[in-house]
Structure formats: structure tokens, C-alpha cells
């Protein structure tokens, strides 16, 4: 018995093709996970870096409302919670789009036990003294989403903790 094979190698192709195609993207998104978690490490510690200097040990508080000309760029003045996460926000870090909600800034009097806490911001600041623990974790929803595949959106996560210096 005979049978007609033609088109056999044209739907063959296409399988192949689809298969690499979903393969290619997924190791793309993969990357840019990757990518985005550097990031998201980045902003973590520029946050805590902007915290440790400026301190309880000075005398003004910053303005940091997040508004144009609002003084992130100065030191010399005390940073609370909120100040930290309007500073995040308002670095523009590629490919990333954060927001203060996503920032949980904690003052802690000594070195914690555990970093991996739940998070509960306050805006003020109780222990924000020199040589006291500024922890400032940073929570972003990545979604994967690889052609043929259902997209999937889970939670990149990022902690950075420094002592308080001034």
C-alpha cells in the first residue's frame, strides 16, 4: 500500500520550529529575570547607601516627597522610611518601573537574627542613630511570559542591610 508523504516534511518543520522558537524566547525571559534581579539588588543597596548617611545624627529632616527639586541629591539631614522609598521610586533603573509601596525600609537597634522578617514599614524613625542597622528590602512582580507557554508573574525579592555611619 502507498501512501502520499507530501507535506510530511513541511509540518515537521513547523513542530521544529515551534519548539525552537519557545526555547529561544524562554532563555530570553530567563535573562531578563536575571537582569531585572541585578537591578532590583542595585536599587536595594543604593536605597540603604542613601539611608546610613544621613542619620539621626543630624539636625534637619530631608525632603525627600519625591518631588523635582526636592533635595535627594543633599545630605547633612535625617532620611526616615518614607524619604528611603521616595528615593527609590524616583531613580529611573532600567527596564525596572518601582514604585515606594514596593520598598519596606526597617530601623533596627542591632544586627537581626533573620533578615527574611515580614516587612512592616514605619514611617518613623526609632532607631535611626549611628551604628544601628538600616535594613531596606524591595519587593518586584516579574512576569514571564514565553510565546506557547501561559505567562506566569512571581515575585523578585531583594535585601540590603548597613549600619548607620552619620
Given at each position: 500500500m502507498w501512501?502520499?508523504?507530501?507535506?510530511g516534511?513541511?509540518?515537521?518543520?513547523?513542530?521544529?520550529?515551534?519548539?525552537?522558537?519557545?526555547l529561544?524566547?524562554?532563555?530570553?525571559?530567563g535573562?531578563?529575570?536575571?537582569y531585572?534581579?541585578?537591578?532590583?539588588?542595585?536599587?536595594a543597596?543604593?536605597?540603604?547607601?542613601?539611608?546610613?548617611v544621613?542619620g539621626?545624627?543630624w539636625?534637619?529632616?530631608?525632603d525627600?516627597?519625591?518631588s523635582?527639586?526636592?533635595g535627594f541629591?543633599?545630605?547633612g539631614?535625617?532620611?526616615?522610611?518614607?524619604?528611603?522609598?521616595?528615593?527609590?521610586?524616583s531613580?529611573?533603573f532600567?527596564?525596572?518601573?518601582?514604585?515606594?509601596?514596593?520598598?519596606?525600609v526597617?530601623?533596627?537597634?542591632s544586627?537581626?537574627?533573620?533578615?527574611?522578617?515580614?516587612?512592616t514599614?514605619?514611617?518613623?524613625?526609632?532607631?535611626?542613630?549611628p551604628?544601628?542597622?538600616?535594613?531596606v528590602?524591595?519587593?518586584?512582580?516579574?512576569?514571564?511570559?514565553v510565546?506557547?507557554?501561559?505567562?506566569?508573574?512571581?515575585?523578585l525579592?531583594?535585601?540590603?542591610?548597613?549600619?548607620i555611619?552619620q
Amino acid at each position: 500500500m502507498w501512501r502520499d508523504e507530501r507535506g510530511g516534511s513541511l509540518v515537521e518543520t513547523a513542530l521544529s520550529f515551534l519548539l525552537l522558537s519557545s526555547l529561544i524566547f524562554g532563555v530570553f525571559e530567563g535573562a531578563l529575570a536575571v537582569y531585572s534581579y541585578h537591578f532590583l539588588a542595585n536599587a536595594a543597596h543604593e536605597a540603604t547607601r542613601y539611608a546610613i548617611v544621613r542619620g539621626g545624627g543630624w539636625g534637619s529632616s530631608c525632603d525627600g516627597s519625591g518631588s523635582t527639586g526636592s533635595g535627594f541629591g543633599s545630605s547633612g539631614c535625617v532620611a526616615n522610611a518614607t524619604d528611603v522609598a521616595n528615593y527609590v521610586a524616583s531613580r529611573n533603573f532600567p527596564g525596572l518601573h518601582l514604585t515606594a509601596a514596593q520598598v519596606c525600609v526597617k530601623y533596627l537597634v542591632s544586627t537581626p537574627g533573620s533578615a527574611t522578617t515580614t516587612c512592616t514599614a514605619s514611617t518613623t524613625n526609632t532607631n535611626n542613630v549611628p551604628g544601628d542597622i538600616v535594613q531596606v528590602t524591595i519587593n518586584y512582580p516579574f512576569t514571564l511570559s514565553v510565546p506557547g507557554v501561559p505567562s506566569h508573574t512571581f515575585t523578585l525579592s531583594s535585601t540590603s542591610q548597613m549600619a548607620i555611619c552619620q
